[in-house]
Nanobody, 126 residues
Framework: QVQLVESGGGSVQAGGSLRLSCAASGFTFSSAAMGWFRQAPGKEREGVAA????????YLADSVKGRFTISRDNAKATVYIQMNNLKPEDTAMYYC???????????????????WGQGTQVTVSS
């Protein structure tokens, strides 16, 4: 049974930092692409970052480049997203996702991802 469990969300002021973690189980973590998505109320789920199996290929949404970093620890079956210089517009529910065979061209499309966590809330106040 595949499980993705996010943690690390919370409330911070603008300019602050958070690190989200996603612990995976029930599949061969090292073989899966991992992604982070977010969804604000009334908005579509959007891709934030993705990291592929070797960890050498990563993607970031333009809105977070220079502020967010995605990484993975295959030994711990965990993917992380370090979020620095947070802005109020980063406020959303953040979801971890796992999949296989996701083209790098389509990494930000939620429909390309097979498994999802339950989400963790990030709130950034101005």
């Amino acid at each position: 049974q595949v499980q993705l469990v996010e943690s690390g969300g919370g409330s911070v002021q603008a300019g602050g930092s958070l690190r989200l973690s996603c612990a995976a189980s029930g599949f061969t973590f090292s073989s899966a692409a991992m992604g982070w998505f977010r969804q604000a109320p009334g908005k579509e789920r959007e891709g934030v970052a993705a990291i592929y199996t070797g960890g050498g290929t990563t993607y970031l949404a333009d809105s977070v480049k220079g502020r967010f970093t995605i990484s993975r620890d295959n030994a711990k079956a965990t993917v992380y997203i370090q979020m620095n210089n947070l802005k109020p517009e980063d406020t959303a529910m953040y979801y971890c996702a796992a999949s296989w065979g996701v083209s790098g061209v389509y990494w930000s499309r939620a429909g390309e991802w097979k498994y999802w966590g339950q989400g963790t809330q990030v709130t950034v106040s101005s």
